[in-house]
C-alpha cells in the first residue's frame, strides 16, 4: 500500500458507514480499504499525470482527505462545501484529495465511469457543474495510487 505522512486517526467500517449514509453516498471499495489502512495523510509518492488539451500535465497531492472532525481537510467537509454550499462539483464526484493550489482530485461514484479519478481545476466558473474542468487520471482509486510517483521519478 502507499506510505503515507500525518495521517488522520484511524477509522473503523462505521465511521465510512456512517459517511457514506450522511452524504448518500456509497464508496468503491478500493477506496473504502485505503481509508481504513490510512485516513487521508500526506503521500509520500505524491505526483500524478493527466492529459490536458492533448499533452501530459503534471500535477501533485498535497493531501489526502480524511474522516475526522477538524475543520481542514476534511472529507465531509469538503464534500458538503463545494457539492452543497458552492454547488460547483458534478453530483457523481466526491473529493478525495487537494492539491497546492486549491484543486481537487476527486472520485467518480457512479455512472460508466464508477470507480474513475479525475482531477479538479476549481479555476473554472461555468454555469453549472459539469465535466469541463475535469480531467482524467486512472479508471480506478488503485490504479491511480499505484501512478503516483516522487519528483525525480518524472
Not at 29 to 44: A, K
Not at 57 to 84: A, P
Request: aromatic share 12%; proline share 4%.
Amino acid at each position: 500500500m502507499i506510505q503515507m505522512i500525518d495521517s488522520f486517526q484511524k477509522v473503523g467500517l462505521s465511521q465510512i458507514n456512517e459517511l457514506e449514509a450522511m452524504l448518500h453516498i456509497e464508496i468503491p471499495e478500493d477506496y473504502r480499504l485505503f481509508l481504513l489502512s490510512c485516513n487521508g495523510g500526506r503521500p509520500r509518492k505524491h505526483v500524478f499525470t493527466y492529459i490536458y488539451e492533448g499533452r501530459q500535465e503534471m500535477g501533485c497531492v498535497s493531501r489526502f482527505l480524511g474522516i475526522h472532525e477538524g475543520e481542514w481537510d476534511n472529507l465531509h467537509q469538503t464534500t458538503k462545501t463545494y457539492k452543497i454550499f458552492q454547488k460547483r462539483l458534478p453530483d457523481n464526484l466526491l473529493p478525495i484529495a487537494n492539491d497546492p493550489g486549491g484543486n481537487l482530485i476527486c472520485l467518480s461514484l457512479t455512472g460508466n465511469d464508477l470507480g474513475s479519478i479525475y482531477f479538479w481545476d476549481h479555476d473554472w466558473e461555468g454555469e453549472e457543474p459539469s465535466y469541463e474542468n475535469t480531467f482524467l487520471i486512472a479508471t480506478s482509486f488503485t490504479e491511480f495510487i499505484d501512478s503516483l510517483m516522487l519528483d525525480d521519478e518524472m
